[in-house]
Nanobody
Framework: QVQLVESGGGLVQAGGSLRLSCAAS????????MGWFRQAPGKEREFVAG????????AYADSVKGRFTISRDNAKNTVYLQMNSLKPEDTAVYYC?????????????????WGQGTQVTVSS
């Protein structure tokens, strides 16, 4: 049974930082592309960042480029999202997802497994 469990969300002031973690189990972690997505109230879920199996390739949404960093530790079956210079518009539920693929994709429907999400709230 595959499980993806996010943690690290919370309330932070604008300009602050948070580090999200996603612990995976029940799958061979190093054979999955990993992604972070987010969904704000009343909006569609959107791609935030993705990382290839080895970590050598990373992709970011334009809205977070230069502020967020995705990384992974295959020995710990964990993917991270370091979020700096947070803005109120970053407020959303953040989800991690796993895709049995060779390249990073931004398409939600390509991802096979999803976590339950963690809330990030940025106050102004």
């Amino acid at each position: 049974q595959v499980q993806l469990v996010e943690s690290g969300g919370g309330l932070v002031q604008a300009g602050g930082s948070l580090r999200l973690s996603c612990a995976a189990s029940g799958l061979t972690f190093s054979t999955y592309v990993m992604g972070w997505f987010r969904q704000a109230p009343g909006k569609e879920r959107e791609f935030v960042a993705g990382i290839s199996r080895s970590g050598g390739t990373r992709a970011y949404a334009d809205s977070v480029k230069g502020r967020f960093t995705i990384s992974r530790d295959n020995a710990k079956n964990t993917v991270y999202l370091q979020m700096n210079s947070l803005k109120p518009e970053d407020t959303a539920v953040y989800y991690c997802a796993a895709d049995k693929a060779w390249v990073v994709t931004r398409q939600l429907h390509e991802y096979d497994y999803w976590g339950q999400g963690t809330q990030v709230t940025v106050s102004s």
